[in-house]
């Protein structure tokens, strides 16, 4: 029903910043809330940012509050993942996720709440 592409990852230092963007296509009706999550070499995928439908309301893990700022354009079919003062720690693949269903409005932690995914893209933070 829908297709996403991720964009904007790279190589770049500890201390840069990078900018996601996370592009929705295809029968977008039903799309809801986004978020991403990002898995590294030998760890779980975990949970990074979501936004909810609206775009007024956010969750971010605790180990990138005050660093990463998700934001979606006002057509709600486009995410962004503002990533600040990098550390390679945050070398990962990052995800793109989005909510596919009617009531899925609220911005929401759980990876299985999302219904669609883009395909990845690479982030590495070099020190």
């Known amino acids: 029903q829908v297709q996403l592409v991720e964009s904007g990852g790279g190589l770049i230092q500890a201390g840069g910043s990078l900018r996601l963007s996370c592009a929705a296509s295809g029968r977008t009706l039903s799309s809801r809330a986004m978020g991403w999550f990002r898995q590294s070499p030998g760890k779980e995928r975990e949970f990074v940012a979501s936004?909810?439908?609206?775009?007024?309301?956010?969750l971010y893990a605790d180990s990138v509050k005050g660093r990463f700022t998700i934001s979606r354009e006002n057509d709600k079919n486009t995410a962004y993942l503002q990533m600040n003062s990098l550390k390679p720690e945050d070398t990962a693949v990052y995800y793109c996720?989005?909510?596919?269903?009617?009531?899925?409005?609220?911005?929401?932690?759980?990876?299985?709440?999302?219904?669609?995914w883009g395909q990845g893209t690479q982030v590495t933070v070099s020190s």
């Open positions: 996720g989005l909510r596919y269903t009617s009531s899925g409005y609220a911005a929401t932690t759980r990876e299985d709440e999302y219904n669609y």
């Open positions: 936004i909810s439908w609206s775009g007024d309301s956010t």
